[in-house]
Structures are given as C-alpha cells and as structure tokens.
C-alpha cells in the first residue's frame, strides 16, 4: 500500500487520515513511526482497525510508502486455543528459565477456557496466539481493603473481588500494547461484574510487568511465595477499577 500526503500535511490510509496533530501517539524509530504503547485507541477501537487491517501502520516518511503488521486481535478462548494459549505460558516459562512440568500448578491450562469460566482472553496475531489473559472472580468476601491476609492457607489481598490471572506473551510480540489491552479487557468484564478492585501476583523477575501494573493503577502491596514448582517469590498489586 501507498499512503498519499495531503496540501493538509496530513497521510491517507484506507479509510484512515493520520492528521499532523496525532504525531504525539507514534514514536519514531529509525526510519518509521509506530504506535506508542501509551496512547494506544480503547479495545473496541482496536478490535475495529485490526478487522480494517489498520493497526500497527508503518511508514518511511522518506519513500512515502507503507508497511503493513499483522494485526492484532484480542478475542474470547476457545476449547481449540487451548494447547497455543498453554504454549504461550510454557515459552515464558522456559524463557525465565522456570520449571515447567505436569503439576496440578498447570492444570487450568489443559482446561481452558472451562477453567476460567469469568473470562479468558487470547491475543491472535497472523493466526498464531501470541499473548493470554484471565479474571477470576473470588467465591468468598476478601476481609482488610488493601491488606495482606490469609484466605484458605494462601496470601492474597484483601478488598479484591476478583484476581487477573495467567498475563502473558511471547516475547517476540512484546512492546506493541497487547499486554495492556489483555489488562483492559479483563478489567472491563471486571467492571461488567461489579468488581472494584482486582488483585495480581507477579513473579519478581517480570519487571515490565509490573511497570505497566502500575501505569494502570496498581499499587504494590506485599510478596509472597508462589505455589509453582520452583517456590518463586511474587509482588501482589492491588488494582482499583475506576468506572471506565
């Protein structure tokens, strides 16, 4: 494709104009603009310009021509994504040099999507699963907003309704804003549920993570030890759901 420049300053796209005051949402790298990662549209825009092959455009201002990403959908888990969505897990896991193994710790990932019934969410690229996303409700009232406590022999944080659980993806798919809007969606259903507050565990190592947790809201509010095969140490965030 071949965007046009307009007398306006303006690029053309398919059913897209990219005016001179929407600079501020790209980053320049060498030789092309891309989408910053902070000023990406809301999901359901998202959603829209990936079915329109709009999202992620790429262009040399110099040669005036365009290179299109796949784009990006964030979609519902179905039965069938089950063993990539479960790939998408163990490549982070081998990644971070974690232990992977048939522990009941991987168990709601041979089960997906039936093991989280309130919501679990895939990021599709070139037909190819590439991140993953969850929300589980609590069963039971969680005591002491904001605080640490113990529920079933197990720390979690308190004043919480429901906890983001299994964000992931693969490492060649990162910086493009997926996971922010796995994040978002899982807070909009979240929202759709009544929920106030979510609760997240994070592995200490995933640092980029916990960067974009906070950008979102989070506050950290303790550690514990995870119950994965290799004891890793967490930090727990609570996530306020301000109306959207």
Not at 28 to 37: A, F, I
Not at 138 to 150: A, T, V
Request: proline share 9%; with cysteine.
């Amino acid at each position: 494709m071949t965007p046009t420049l307009a007398p306006s300053g303006a690029w053309h796209f398919p059913s897209t104009t990219l005016q001179p005051q929407d600079h501020s949402l790209f980053q320049r790298q060498p030789g092309v603009l891309t989408l910053t990662e902070g000023h990406l549209p809301d999901p359901a825009t998202l959603t829209t310009w990936a079915d329109e092959n709009q999202i992620r455009a790429i262009f040399n201002p110099a040669q005036q021509t365009t290179t299109w990403l796949t784009p990006i959908r964030i979609r519902p888990c179905e039965p069938e994504d089950a063993p990539q969505a479960a790939g998408v897990v163990e490549q982070v896991f081998t990644d971070y040099g974690f232990t992977w193994d048939d522990s009941d710790y991987f168990q709601d990932l041979s089960e997906l999507p039936g093991s989280y019934p309130d919501g679990f969410w895939v990021a599709e690229q070139d037909g190819r699963i590439v991140g993953v996303g969850g929300l589980e409700l609590h069963r039971s009232h969680f005591p002491g907003p904001g605080q640490l406590i113990q529920m079933d022999q197990e720390t979690r944080i308190g004043g919480t309704q429901g906890e983001l659980v299994r964000l992931y993806v693969l490492a060649s798919a990162r910086r493009q804003g997926i996971a922010r809007h796995l994040c978002e969606c899982i807070m909009n259903e979240a929202r759709h549920r009544q929920c106030h507050a979510l609760e997240i565990w994070s592995d200490k190592l995933f640092q980029e993570a916990h960067q974009l947790y906070e950008r979102l809201g989070a506050q950290r509010i303790g550690e514990r030890i995870c119950p994965d095969p290799d004891q890793s140490p967490e930090w727990g965030y609570l996530l306020p759901l301000n109306p959207a």
